[in-house]
């Protein structure tokens, strides 16, 4: 019986030599090799590196860690002038503050529907030609270059003081943010639906809305909510500059030192701002 299995062995032994080929001396399963992980000499370099421009970057910009250690008293005295809170101003800044939620609203919306034919303009698999969204994607990135504060001041010099500005500068600002999320979304989506949709006749329009705005809505709500949110913080301290909201309160209150004061706007917005961002993020788990 022994014999019998030893023979049976052998005879797939033989087989199995067989199937390999001839000229070929390694077993049939393959060996795979992993890469070797980085070693610590690459770890090291970096390290130094980093170290070598946080250096670099303090030695030129004058800053240091005296310099930290030398105004912690300042701003402990600051804070000690922040406490307690003087929550009689509370009534004054009320209205300022819905004037910051309503302008980053009507900022937000100007914005999400300006960067809807922006953004498949932008998008290289719906744009006809190259010579067409490389040169929106450049007005975009300049759009996205110009900071909120800079914009809001070019619109208080153009329109005045008041809201105005501060809306037109979040729109803006919601125009570049939502865009270039959308666009490149949008070059990212199932061709097939709109194949089958091209070869049955349907143009442009009809493709768009039937074949590419089902799979980028979900993703495109997301994007205006999460815009909201910045926008909400931004409009803060939009009034710094004469654009209305909350943030005329912060310029007035620091401008006379009266830090309790500017503490409770600082508490006041950090309670709305978690509120949008409660409210924004079980929208987004809903829709995505």
């Keep these: 019986m022994k014999?019998?299995?030893?023979?049976?062995?052998?005879?797939?032994g033989g087989s199995a030599g067989n199937r390999r080929g001839p000229g070929s001396g390694t077993s049939p399963i393959q060996v795979i090799q992993r890469p070797k992980p980085p070693g610590r000499t690459k770890h090291v370099l970096?390290?130094?590196?980093?170290?070598?421009?946080?250096?670099?970057?303090?030695?030129?910009?004058?800053?240091?860690?005296?310099d930290l250690i030398t105004g912690i008293p300042e701003m402990w005295k600051l804070l000690k002038e922040m406490f307690p809170p003087r929550w009689s101003y509370f009534d004054n800044i009320v209205q300022g503050m819905m004037e910051t939620i309503r302008?980053?609203?009507?900022?937000t919306t100007i914005g999400a529907i300006l960067a809807i034919p922006i953004s498949i303009i932008c998008a290289g698999n719906l744009a006809p030609s190259r010579w067409i969204y490389y040169p929106?994607?450049?007005?975009?990135?300049?759009?996205?270059?110009?900071?909120?504060?800079?914009?809001?001041?070019?619109?208080?010099?153009?329109?005045g003081l008041g809201p105005v500005p501060g809306i037109l500068a979040l729109a803006v600002f919601s125009v570049g943010l939502i865009a270039k999320l959308t666009y490149e979304t949008l070059e990212t989506?199932?061709?097939?639906?709109?194949?089958?949709?091209?070869?049955?006749?349907?143009?442009?329009?009809?493709l768009i809305v039937y074949g590419v705005v089902p799979q980028i809505?979900?993703?495109?709500?997301?994007?205006?909510?999460?815009?909201?949110?910045i926008n909400v913080r931004a409009a803060a301290i939009l009034g710094l500059v004469g654009a209305g909201g909350i943030g005329l309160y912060y310029e007035?209150?620091?401008?006379?030192?009266?830090?309790?004061k500017t503490n409770t706007i600082i508490i006041f917005t950090l309670a709305i701002v978690l509120?949008?961002?409660?409210?924004?993020?079980?929208?987004?788990?809903?829709?995505?």
């Design 46 to 66: 970096t390290l130094l590196l980093i170290l070598l421009l946080l250096w670099a970057s303090a030695k030129q910009t004058g800053a240091g860690i005296t």
């Design 136 to 159: 929106a994607r450049f007005l975009l990135n300049l759009i996205r270059t110009i900071p909120d504060l800079l914009l809001a001041a070019l619109f208080v010099a153009v329109f």
């Design 103 to 107: 302008m980053s609203l009507l900022g």
């Design 252 to 260: 007035a209150t620091l401008g006379f030192l009266e830090y309790d």
């Design 189 to 206: 989506i199932d061709k097939g639906p709109l194949e089958a949709m091209t070869a049955v006749g349907m143009n442009r329009i009809q």
């Design 275 to 288: 509120i949008i961002d409660y409210v924004s993020t079980k929208l987004r788990e809903k829709l995505l």
């Design 217 to 229: 809505a979900a993703q495109f709500t997301s994007y205006v909510l999460y815009a909201f949110e």
């Design 3 to 12: 014999e019998e299995v030893n023979v049976s062995l052998q005879n797939a």
